[in-house]
């Protein structure tokens, strides 16, 4: 039997809000996503293994990792 099992990864973006950028400094839109791996079998996601989330800076491109709470706090600003 033929089982075809990976690992599957998926970024979702959550919103801009505007935050000041750790790296250049400028107070300019930030581009919030969420990153999710799974362990899957047949291209389905089975076992979820974490999430993570991350930052990019529209002004220099410089993307962070940035902890859920800080992703929250940034998009909680934006409204
Ligand atoms: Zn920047």
Redesign the pocket.
Same mark, same amino acid.
């Given at each position: 039997m033929l089982v075809i099992f990976g690992f599957k990864n998926s970024s979702r973006n959550l919103g801009l809000a505007q935050a000041t &950028?750790p790296? !250049? =400094?400028?107070r300019?839109a930030q581009r919030v996503d969420r990153r999710k791996r799974a362990f899957s079998v047949f291209f389905i996601p089975i076992v979820p293994l974490g999430s993570s989330y991350e930052a990019t &800076?529209t002004? !220099? =491109?410089?993307s962070t990792g940035i902890s859920r709470a800080q992703a929250e706090g940034i998009l909680a600003a934006a409204y």
């Open positions: &950028c790296r !250049c =400094g400028h300019a &800076c002004a !220099c =491109g410089v």
